[in-house]
């Protein structure tokens, strides 16, 4: 997951009127050099075509994304470009800026980057927790903690030495290694950090340390959030249920569910992890019988928590999946249901409601409305749609969300494309101004245009495909890390318009210049959902 969301005030009356004109009567630079069909280019595919192959994904981009800066966050403990760099956070506040990702299926536990420079993104150094399996990371947004979440090491998943007796005893021992090449000891030995969340002290970001461990037994947290609102810091940990794997294959795990912590500094001890709060994720929230409700399927939780900018509650936003949005407020401590909003409906066939992965709400308000963007993870092709959707929420009041407009990709994928699980499908997405920056695992980053002028169907108006290659890339020996080029899982949004994002080949930044006259395709009109309101049918009424 990601901290922080970026959101200018009076944004609509800036560039509107720009962005809706046809590509021939915007200002700008000459379009005339932009492939009309650059929305189909981005799915390269054929019998000859080679997924993990950089030089066959090359001059796709659409020219209105610039990349500032490239850094292949070579690693020490790799001696190479460790990989898998898939789900992280950045912090927003204070002269320097950093950013966490973690190494999926590495023992590189998460690697910090300076981003303060945007032309010049650095590595800074790289936590090592052999035998682990991070499955998520993030910072709070004044840099002060990281947190990881841990699942169990994995025998079909986990390919680092040692990773047998690891799983004997599930405890590692922590090492750092700086960008200069010095080693660091973590605080303790034989630190169960398997299945659980565990906190990292980032006040020097040179040399962080563990600082607290909670177990989240079954699996771990599959999704991990912090922010810091007000001076207080908080983190939200998502455990699924039915993701033990061969870790644990005989194990039941009775229900899904999310934990709220909050973070204390305590003089010399350091910083501690105090649990908040917890929410049952395992049924929805108002079933029409409870007795007789079966268990939700739960492939990925999710959440944020922010302060509303309207009601000034601290509010803990839910993705919960087959369950549908769930909004709680936090009151300090515990957890009261606010509102939920559901689609799922199994009869309408595979990815066509529910698999709700996420949800962003906006910081500040759009024309006195506030609004929180939620998005699908497909394993899939859906049925009707070209992938997962995106959709903005209404969540001006907590009790009563409802959805206004909603995004795909505006073209099939080519068939027989989709070829793996999770290829082409939506994943996380952040929020620059008026656009939506959306993570599409093989399809790169695309820019969605959110303006009010084009609800409730949103037009594709971009796309990034990444085709560096580290010059030190990933060792051949991690034989099951995931080599498609590109694989794209995260975008952040870091405050002045930038966004910063993760590849195979390392960590970018870029920059979108939403003024440049690109072909936008219609959007994908190919099945209504029921969803949006009638009235919002031609914009906000």
Known sequence: MRSGVWVTVGMMLLIAGCLGLAPEEAPGEDHAS????????????GPDHDHTDPAQHANLSTPNFNVLGWDPLITD?????????????????????????????????????????????ELVGELVLPGTWVYDSDITSDGQWAVLGMYPPDEEDQHELGLEAAKETMTVQPTFRDACGNEHQGPTNEIPYASGTVLVDLSDP??????????????????IFANTIDGEHFVLASVPQAHVRSAAPEASQPTSYYTLYT???????????????SWSAQYSQT??????????????????????????????????????????????????????????DETKGTGMSGQWHGIIPMDE???????????????????????GMVAILDTTDPEDPYPVARWTLPVETPEGAWGDHLQFSTHY????????????????????NASQDHWPELPSQGVFIPD??????????????????????????????????????????????????????????????????????????
């Open 468 to 541: 560096n290659e580290s010059p030190q890339p990933v060792p051949e020996a991690l034989d099951n890390y995931q080599r498609w080029t590109p694989i794209m899982l995260d975008t952040l949004a870091l405050g002045d318009g930038t966004i910063a994002t993760f590849d195979i080949s390392g960590a970018y930044i870029l920059d979108f210049d939403e003024t440049m006259p690109i072909p936008m395709p219609d959007p994908w009109h190919d099945e209504p959902w029921e969803e949006i309101p009638e009235e919002y049918h031609n914009g906000p009424p």
């Open 287 to 344: 079933p029409d019988d409870p007795a007789t409700q079966t268990p939700l399927s739960t492939g990925h939780l999710d959440g944020w928590v922010e302060e509303h900018p309207i009601t000034g509650q601290v509010i803990v936003y839910l993705a919960n999946w087959d369950g549908g949005i769930i909004m709680l407020e936090y009151t300090d401590p515990g957890l009261m249901l606010l509102g939920e909003w559901n689609d799922y």
């Open 263 to 277: 973070i204390e500094d305590v003089p010399i001890a350091g910083g501690m992890l105090l649990n908040a709060g």
């Open 34 to 45: 932009v492939d009309e069909n650059w929305y189909e280019n981005a799915f390269p595919y």
């Open 429 to 448: 997405v952040s929020i620059v101004d008026e656009m939506l920056f959306v993570s599409l695992y093989h399809g790169g980053i695309w820019a969605v």
């Open 365 to 387: 308000t759009w024309n006195d409305r506030h609004y929180s963007v939620i998005h699908q993870e497909l394993g899939q092709s859906p049925e009707e749609r070209p992938t």
């Open 206 to 223: 040179t040399e962080p340390t563990v600082a607290d461990y909670d177990t989240q037994p079954v699996s771990g947290p599959h999704s």
């Open 77 to 121: 403990y790799h001696g190479a470009t460790s990989g898998d760099y898939f789900c992280g956070g950045v912090a927003l506040d204070g002269d320097r800026q950093y950013a966490v990702v973690n190494s999926f299926f590495t023992d590189v536990a998460m690697v910090i980057i300076d981003v303060t420079d945007r032309e010049n993104p």
